[in-house]
């Protein structure tokens, strides 16, 4: 039979849309292969899966009442499934893949009449509308939390922040003793994997991320939730099944079930990844079906087969009931306010809030940011990392500069290259204004303004010699700049030095000198948000005309 070798088809397919995120993950950063024009370009299309994500596309157009760049592709999602039902969740997502395949584990909860009843349809399985209803809601008034738990944004936010700085800071410590060894075999097999890892799957530099222990936990979590219930974040809370699940009523592709032949094995519950009930004597759920096709191969009579066209008694729309949906909705309508009010606007921000280069106005920001961390990721200088308090609880993992860990490169403008929804707007080079030479608008773009902690600086504080800021200020002309002063040490002796200064008409916020201040602890030089390009409210210089 031709839908015997469906399952088959679907692990080729899960296996196949897997590998290409991955690989489209791991080139979400920087590889040491400049143009000869030495600007900073991705060579692979790393937006592909957000523009292929219909609930980004929604939210997005609820919140901005536009679509930004291709998230019309997200029709190439919807409209299939019209026809075929949630197959995407089944046949393409890469977080259904790998939750599929952790719930195929073996696990003591879940054997024999165990793990039938846990496939069987359960009344929680209607959290997940609720949260699509919410999130929804929540995006109609500017919030875009429901970045928080879009699978896409999940999957990049915990492997490319987590993850894979995990791995490969494991890889270096398990390479780096081959490579020094005395023995020439494991010398050479050492630097030979290191050779083949750098130019695969290995970033060029180790990342660390703040709260990665904590993203990557919660990623562990969810996928070992699944040892208990297959594929429980699916079934409960992923906004995205959620939203196809309610496309698929229309879906003409249904279950059919010959009651005549059936004989009430429950085989096809072994195996069910949606909890959708393909047992006889009882409705199929059409929402909840995933098209695993695992029933099909699973039923020893041939009891169950997949049609178009069906005339039967089934269970098309989600079982979600008037009272969920409304509390869905008041969920979403509270929620913008609740998060709101702790989130400091105007002069109760928080001032080291540095947004990256090309980021909309902050209400705005909050409005497009879906928390997917591919800015993050794509950092060549680790600078931008996922806020915890710095915006409130709206701005919850959005991405904001952290000078001391890294500064923003100049020539760089991946960020708004990667972003798929337009917080980060798209800008080039020369619109960044940066780099010397490329012809740069008047009017750069500006992250903050540097000041100095004269405490704490040496020229200033322990008349000791040290102009490192000056030295890294990359723009031209330099931001900082130094005057000769006579200052007397603590012997009473009178010295000439250098002392730094900032000229703010000059300064960009790129942090590279609260980077390279070489006190350990807290900088004597640092950057805040004022003066920032992105908010009129927020200048510190006034025009003069």
């Known amino acids: ?27 979400t950063s920087l590889r040491p292969a400049a143009g000869a024009s030495g600007d900073i370009h991705l060579r692979a299309p ?37 026809f075929l039902g949630r197959f995407f969740c089944g046949w393409v997502c890469p977080m259904g893949t790998l939750q599929h395949y952790v719930g195929g584990m073996y696990s003591e909860s879940k054997r024999g009449k165990q793990r039938i009843e846990s496939n069987r349809y359960k009344r929680w ?7 699509l209803i919410a999130g929804l809601v929540a995006a109609f008034f500017g919030s875009m939390a429901i970045g928080w738990l879009d699978p896409f944004s999940l999957l990049v936010r915990s ?19 081959m490579e020094q060894s005395n023995v020439g075999l494991i010398r050479t097999t050492g630097e030979t ?20 222990i904590v993203l990557g ?11 208990r219930v297959t594929r429980l974040w699916c079934r409960s809370l992923c906004p995205l099944g959620a939203l196809l699940g309610a496309v698929s009523r229309w879906s003409v592709l249904g279950l059919h079930k010959d009651a005549e032949t059936c004989t009430r094995c429950n085989r096809c519950l072994l195996n069910c990844q949606g909890g959708d009930d393909p047992i006889g004597g009882v409705p199929w759920r059409k929402s909840e079906c995933l098209m695993c ?3 099909v191969d699973s039923c020893p009579e041939h009891s169950l087969t997949f049609r178009f066209f069906r005339n039967e008694k089934e269970v098309a729309t989600p079982d979600i009931g008037r009272r969920r949906a409304v509390t869905g909705m008041a969920a ?6 609740l998060m709101r009010a702790n989130t400091g606007m105007g002069k109760s921000r928080n001032d080291r809030l540095l947004r990256p280069p090309g980021s909309l106005d902050e209400e705005e920001f909050l409005s497009r940011c879906i928390r997917c961390g591919e800015c993050m990721k794509v950092c060549p200088n680790n600078s931008l990392h996922p806020t915890l308090e710095q915006a409130g609880l709206q701005g919850l993992w959005t991405p904001t500069l952290v000078p001391r860990i890294g500064y923003c490169e100049p020539s760089c403008v991946l960020c708004s290259e990667v972003c798929p929804t337009g917080a980060i707007w798209q800008i080039t080079p020369k619109e960044k204004g940066w780099v010397v030479g490329v012809g740069a608008q008047s009017q750069p773009v500006r992250l903050g303004t540097a000041f100095y902690d004269r405490g704490r600086c040496l020229p200033w504080a322990e008349a000791t010699e040290c102009i490192v800021c000056e030295e890294w200020c990359p723009v031209s002309p330099k931001a900082i700049y130094v005057e000769e002063a006579q200052v007397v040490d603590a012997t009473g002796a009178t010295r000439t030095l250098k002392q730094p200064r900032v000229d703010p008409s000059r300064c960009v916020g790129c942090g590279a000198c609260e980077f390279a201040c070489p006190l350990q602890d807290r900088p004597a030089v640092y950057v805040t948000s004022i003066g920032e390009s992105r908010s009129p409210s927020a200048q510190i210089l006034l025009n003069r005309k």
């Open 217 to 227: 936990v919660l990623f562990v979590v969810i996928l070992a939730a699944s040892l």
């Open 193 to 212: 994997l290191h050779t083949v890892l750098q130019a695969t799957v290995l970033d060029f530099r180790q990342t660390h991320f703040a709260q990665g």
């Open 332 to 337: 979403g309508v509270v929620a913008v306010p």
């Open 46 to 82: 790393v937006r592909l899966f957000f523009e292929w994500d219909p609930l980004v596309a929604v939210a997005n157009a609820l919140a901005t009442h536009a679509l930004y760049r291709g998230l019309l592709w997200s029709l190439i999602i919807l409209l299939p499934t019209l």
């Open 159 to 177: 492997l490319g922040l987590a993850l894979l700085p995990a791995f490969n800071f494991a890889v270096h410590a398990v390479l780096l003793p």
């Open 125 to 131: 399985q209607t959290i997940k509308y609720v949260v």
């Open 1 to 27: 039979m031709v839908q015997s070798r469906l399952p088959l088809l679907r692990r080729i397919s899960q296996i196949f849309f897997l590998l290409v995120f991955l690989a489209l993950l791991v080139f």
């Open 293 to 295: 096709m695992n029933c």
